[in-house]
């Protein structure tokens, strides 16, 4: 069980907007994480080094809610190390070939109509409930 | 430099977001796609706020002629609905409902701590390099195909 927190994830999402809209007014790039992590897998994009201070700013700031308050971003992890690096594969794979993920497709690109991001979206997301309700209701996995 | 620094900044924007939204809580993510079983619909508000915010803001963004730190706007202009979007959509959808992590979501987690996202984030790393390697074989099967 996880609590629902409409507040938090709201406030949570806007923020999500808000660092959308400043990639883009500063750098003129859409912040997917698939995109600025492909730049990231050798052979290096030639602009790596933006890339890389998103990524360290995107991984340094739970550290520091942590460090100023304390324990209060929840995290729980069901699934099995097999399964983990199972699906972290699928993820690669299929982000590569569709060219974005929940952040590049679901945000950005359907804040900007684009008819690929949003049959991606629907897609994953169809997807992925397809797949939660095969692993937790039929096999029964978590 | 400056754009380096700044995107810093955003990206320490990003992350505050996607843990303040539970974005990087597996658990939350597994829950939210579970309408048959513990349905938490904390995602949705996510989603609404990302998007309710994007949508505004880059309204008024893109009517500017260039972004602020550099010559001009890198948008993508591909409008074709191919099946590698489609599949890898499809593939991806797969195992974010398997694990709970999406790209987004496991990065910032990464600064939780948390061995299981050091561990999802380098097998996606491998999964997009295997992307990589694939696609080249993948379009000479194309290419032999339509010949």
Request: with cysteine; glycine share 14%; aromatic share 8%.
């Given at each position: ?5 409409p ?12 660092a959308a ?5 500063f ?23 933006w ?5 360290a700013?995107?991984i340094?700031a739970?550290?520091?809610?942590v ?23 699928l ?12 952040s ?11 008819p ?8 994953f ?18 | ?11 320490l ?15 939350k ?10 349905w ?5 508000f996510v ?5 309710a ?6 309204r ?9 730190l ?21 593939i991806?959808g ?15 987690a ?20 295997l ?7 993948l ?7 339509a010949?």
């Amino acid at each position: 069980m996880t609590t629902f927190t409409p507040l938090a994830s709201l406030a949570g999402g806007a923020l999500i907007g808000l660092a959308a809209v400043l990639l883009m007014a500063f750098h003129g790039r859409i912040a997917g994480m698939t995109g600025i992590l492909s730049g990231l897998v050798p052979p290096l994009a030639a602009d790596w080094a933006w890339r890389a201070a998103f990524l360290a700013g995107a991984i340094l700031a739970p550290a520091v809610i942590v460090i100023a308050f304390g324990d209060v971003i929840g995290f729980e992890s069901p699934m099995p190390m097999g399964w983990l690096i199972a699906g972290g594969l699928l993820v690669g794979v299929g982000v590569s070939f569709g060219g974005g993920c929940t952040s590049g497709h679901g945000v950005c690109g359907m804040a900007r109509l684009s008819p690929r991001s949003i049959v991606a979206t629907l897609v994953f997301m169809a997807s992925t409930a397809a797949t939660v309700f095969v692993t937790r209701h039929m096999i029964g996995l978590v | 430099m400056r754009n380096i620094l700044m995107a810093l900044v955003i990206g320490l924007v990003f992350g505050a977001g996607i843990a303040l939204s539970g974005m990087a809580n597996p658990a939350k993510v597994l829950n939210f796609f579970d309408f048959a079983g513990t349905w938490d619909p904390s995602l949705a508000f996510v989603m609404g706020g990302a998007l309710a915010v994007t949508a505004l803001g880059y309204r008024l963004v893109l009517r500017r002629p260039a972004p602020l730190l550099d010559a001009a706007f890198h948008l993508p202009t591909s409008r074709r609905i191919d099946r590698p979007l489609v599949a890898g959509s499809a593939i991806f959808g797969i195992g974010w409902g398997i694990t709970g992590f999406c790209p987004g979501g496991a990065i910032p987690a990464l600064g939780l701590g948390e061995a299981d996202a050091v561990v999802f984030v380098l097998s996606m790393l491998a999964g997009i390099a295997l992307a990589r390697a694939l696609r080249p074989l993948l379009a000479g099967r194309a290419v032999a195909r339509a010949n």
